[in-house]
Structure formats: structure tokens, C-alpha cells
């Protein structure tokens, strides 16, 4: 289980769990810590053995935890720990039981086999990046070939996902090109060029081979042709995804079509001037990128919160603060584990196979094209109740009195449709052809969705705090942390130095502002018979 950063306060609230003491009611508790204490109740044996182990399961949780003196007092919150995004709550009624969690944690064991094999390839990329990895790739092999019909919609597994984070440290890429490599082992077919037009990507989901298919390798063509027949339930992998969702002119009209196709539409038609009618059947595209902070701050505005195009993605920052670099090792070579391969191949082949897609398919008594064709999955009735509770509470959250963020209603209300994708896919990959027709969703398969999707809001959060502090707050809080790591008091000309900025002035005044608010305290310094200059440190609290 990937653990997420917690404040202080929350630490606290777990240190008293553990002591089997009341927690004070107007602590400010959020996401995974608010449900975990909600569900689990220190005084039963077995809730305070399972509430251990899990505290336990982290090293540098269990340190934080239990490092506090849960008779004390609350602490405080510094402004250093201010300085995070807040997190409504889950209501209560959504929280998982006991024998849920349970279950959840042996569920899809795949996904956990795939992440340990990521950590090899992408050591020092995020937990939540290598878990995004696994989830996205079994659900890109199922190709829209499963799905959950509701009273209102058909669910199918695909997932937009879009991993956001500092360049360099967090290796993205290499957690992209892992990804990939796990993929063109299994069904390299699946898999659609980044570098596309709008117009010529329709062409392709449309189920036309490329342009010069004549001209390509007998092993080429009969990976085009196999693509041909998923058409539309292909993916895309892309470094830098929000050239997908850029206004530019060669990229217009894009994004509608990135709407349309996630939505798994029947039927998309568009009439191009140079291709024609273009026909776009069953949709389930499924998109895995990566961005920094800077570039989704420059493309993206706040029209794409509020049409509902971010609303679809799964947007994924990291928890960690610092990776430790792993050292350089030899290795036979870069290739998945062959059981791994084996798994997703033996889910790929139980599922039907869609009919060829040419000029001259054959058509049934309607005229028709063949369907392409998916099963659709069982639930258990236990598993359906989990789902409409989180549905139930997310739906409260977005109430306009509860005075949620405008921009991040459109996500809360498809956080649960993204769980169930999430649970979908478990199911398949946990599915025994032989015992049962189709998949079953059940409590476990639920469970671990919900959790995953509750990670997902976290990071939704994460991103939007990162998004919305100011560059002067951003100087603020550089400050802060650098006078938090120094061993003695810093000079204005020393803080600006180390900092590496170019604006001298923006951060002399963000100094005076820390002085300000009471955030930093101003003493002198003398070396020798030398001149007094000003220091500043942290304020005590």
C-alpha cells in the first residue's frame, strides 16, 4: 500500500489511536488518515493489530507517529506546515469496513507483482507513479472488452492519466518508457504514436492502416493490422501530454475529441476534408502522460477545469518530498519478467477477439458492422452498496453550500466512475476463465479502488495548491525551507544568493513580509571588529 504524506496534526490523531485514546473532535483530519480512524476502533484488538501493522508497514510513518507524546498537546502547525493543501474530508458514510480492507489488500495481485518490477526499472520515480504504471497497462490490455452496465451508463476499464511533477527528480519519463516496454511485450498493437494530428488520430481510431503500409515490414504490417481491429480502444503514451490539450491552430478541435472518446460513445462521426466521413466505433482510448507544474500552469486555463477535460484525467503528483538516488547496477537486460508477460497475455487471449475492419467486412441482417464485442461484468451486491456510498459522498461534497473549489467539482464527480475503473480492472485481472464466465467485481476489487482513488484526490488537491500559490508565496515558502535546513541565521545577500534568484528585489521583500507576519525573527551578526549585518532565522513557536 503506498502511504501519502500526513501533517502533524494527523500523526497526532494516529499516536492517540494507537494509545487507545480519544481523539479531540476538532482536529482537522482529511483523505486516507479521517477514514482510516473512522473505521478502525483502537478499542477492539483486532482494529488496533490492523491499525498497528499499518503504521508499522512504513518506516517513516511509523517514525513520525511514534515519535509524539500522544499525552501532550495538539502541535501546532508552523507555517512550514501550513503550507499544504487542505483536503475535505470524506464523510463517514463512505468508510470502508473492516473485512473490505481486508479483502482490498490481497486484491489484483498483478498490479502488485508489476510494481515491484517498476521500483527496478523506475527506482526513483514516485510510489504513486509506478502504481499509476501497473493500473494503466492492465487496463489498456483489456481494450474495452469489459464493462459494467449501470442503469444510466456503461463503464469500461480506460483510463486518462497524467502524471505531474518537477522535471528531472521525479524521472517521469523513465516511469513512461517502462511502461511502454511492459506494453510492446504484450500487445504492441494497442499502442498509437504520441506525434499525431487531430485529423490524422481520428484516422486512425477510425481503424485505417497507415498511409505507407505497403512499404512496412511483414512484422510491421501485421502489427497495423491487428491494430486495426481495436481501432478505437487503442492508447497513447506521451512525454509532454499538454501539447494534447494546447489551443494551438494544427491542434484544434482536440480536445472535443478527447471528451467524446473517453466517454466510450458508440458511435463519433466527423467529416474531414481530406479523409471524408470518418467513423469512430465503441471508443475506449486510453492516454498516459506526463507534464511539470509550470507547463500545466502555462497551457492549461481555467476554461479546461470547468469543460470538463481535466475532469476525466486521473491527475497524479508525487507524496514524496525526497528520493534517495539509487546506484548504477549491471543488469542481463531491461526486459519485464516473463510471468508477468505471461499474465496479461493469458487476460488478453480469455477476452473476445473484435472481427477484422475493412472495406469488405461482412455485414449482418441490418447492414451493419460487426459490434465490437466486450462482456459485461457481474458486481456483488455488497461491492454495488460500497460504490453508491463513495458516489453518495462525493456527490455531497460537490453540494454548493459545502463551498468546495469550482475547479475541482468536475473531478469529485467522476472520482467514483474512476474507482469502479480501477475495480474493473482488479476484477479482470484476479478473473478465472474457467470457474466463471465473466469477471466479478467483489468487496476486495471495490475496496482497492476506492483507495486508489482516494490517493488520486489527494493528488488532485496537491496539484491545484502547487497551480495556485503566487510567485511571491512560492519565494515565501522557498525561504522558509532553506532557513529551515541552515545551521545558523542567513544575511538578506546570503538567502538571495542560495537561493539562486535573479530577482534581488522580490526576495528582499518576501523577507520583509516573513518579518512581517512574525514568520522570521532579525538579529545582528558580528564577524571579528567587522561591520553588524542583519541575519534572519525561523521564528521559535
Known sequence: MTIPNISPLEAYALRRALAQMDIPADLPLTGWVNLLLHTLKPQNP??????????NADAELSRRVLELDPKAAPPKLSRKDAA??????????????????????????????????????????????LEAGALWTAAVVIAGRLRLNF?????????????????TY?????????????????????????????????????????????QLSAYDQRIENAGTQFAAQRAIITDEATRLLSEKNYMAGLVENLLELFDARQQVERELRSDGKLIIRDSALSLF?????????????????????????????????????????????????????QRLIELDCALPTPPYRDATARLDDEGEPPAFPSLSLQITQDALEAYNRYADALHALCAPDRGLDERVKGNYGRLDKLAMKVAITLAALDWQPGQSGVPVIAIGHWARGQQTAERWRESLHRLLFDLSRSDDSQTEQTIISLLARADAPLSRREIHLQLGSRNRKACYASIEALLSDGMLTESERRVGRGPTTKVYQLAEE
Not at 442503469?151 to 522535471?167: F, R, W
Request: hydrophobic share 40%; charged share 20%; glycine share 4%.
Open 84 to 129: 499544504t493543501p487542505m483536503i475535505p474530508a470524506l464523510p463517514t458514510s463512505a468508510a470502508l469496513s473492516q473485512e473490505a480492507i481486508q479483502a482490498a489488500s490481497s486484491a489484483g495481485s498483478w498490479i502488485d507483482d508489476c510494481i515491484g518490477w517498476l521500483k527496478t526499472r523506475a527506482s526513483m520515480s514516485s510510489a504513486l507513479f
Open 289 to 341: 502522460g506526463a507534464t511539470t507544474p509550470a507547463r500545466l500552469g502555462m497551457n492549461i486555463g481555467q476554461e479546461q477545469w470547468h469543460d470538463g477535460m481535466l475532469a476525466r484525467f486521473a491527475l497524479i503528483t508525487p507524496t514524496e518530498t525526497h528520493i534517495p538516488r539509487s546506484p548504477a547496477t549491471l543488469v542481463p537486460d531491461l526486459d519485464p519478467p516473463s510471468e508477468l508477460v
Open 170 to 214: 521525479y524521472k517521469k519519463t523513465t516511469t513512461l518508457r517502462a511502461v511502454e516496454d511492459l506494453l510492446r511485450k504484450v500487445a504492441p498493437h494497442l499502442l498509437i504514436a504520441s506525434q499525431n494530428s487531430p485529423e490524422l488520430l481520428l484516422y486512425k481510431l477510425a481503424g485505417n492502416r497507415s498511409a505507407n503500409f505497403d
Open 46 to 55: 483486532e482494529h488496533w493489530r490492523i491499525l498497528s501493522e499499518l503504521v
Open 151 to 167: 442503469n444510466y451508463e456503461s463503464l469500461k476499464p480506460h483510463l486518462y492519466m497524467l502524471l505531474v511533477a518537477p522535471t
